[in-house]
């Protein structure tokens, strides 16, 4: 979320505020980043095209409604693009699955917003419809969570998703073969890891992001994705010498 929910217990390690966010944007830019739609990263899985040497495609999780503003705002006035993910079932609603953890209710965007997005650079994919961990689920449930939330946008005024994103990252070989099953051209996970052509497309994975990535911190992670790991245990800082 690109909010201040410091009082929610729940989203607090997940909430970058908006000034943290644009010095990030503004670091990505200074250091050469390309910044990459959806498309052109299916492109480049197929072999259909090359991307730039520092790619990044900018993705978001749940759609809460302070996704608008911030694409509209932030990213749409520097043609960045970007794919955000929808919890099909709650649009609308809040994010009723913080709710057992003792989070807080934040209001998702509802379809007449979501419709917005892509106008402004920002591709929609399917978060599930409830964000349900898949793994636990059986063969009805799973397709229901999957396929039917790809229906979802099509019954809503927007073309069926093709793209999906895991609930809490969590995926198994029966959890990709549905996402496959159903159409989409790929499903994305969380893993401090680059995506390649060589990664299974329906498991491809993301650099995270939290409240506590500070600009040196921000670096670390998108210069050294595979040893940041250890920037989930140890608070590192940069030496003094």
Known sequence: AIADHADDPVLAPYSIDRPMFETHIAALERRGFAFVSADALAAALEGEAMLPRKAVLLTFDDCYADLLPTVREILAPRDIPALAFAVTGLAGGSNDWCASAGGLPHRLLGWDDLRQLPALGCDIGSHSRSHRDLTQLDAAGLGDEVAGSADDFAANGLPRATWFAYPFGAHDAHVRAA???????????????????????????????????????????????????????????????
């Open 179 to 241: 996402v496959q099953a159903a159409g989409y051209r790929a499903g994305f996970a969380i893993a401090d890891l680059a995506a390649t052509r060589r990664r299974n497309r329906h498991a491809l994975p993301r650099i995270e992001m939290l409240s506590s990535d500070t600009p040196w911190r921000f670096w670390f992670k998108t210069r050294f994705p595979t040893a940041a790991t250890v920037l989930r245990q140890w608070p590192l800082r940069p030496s003094r010498d």
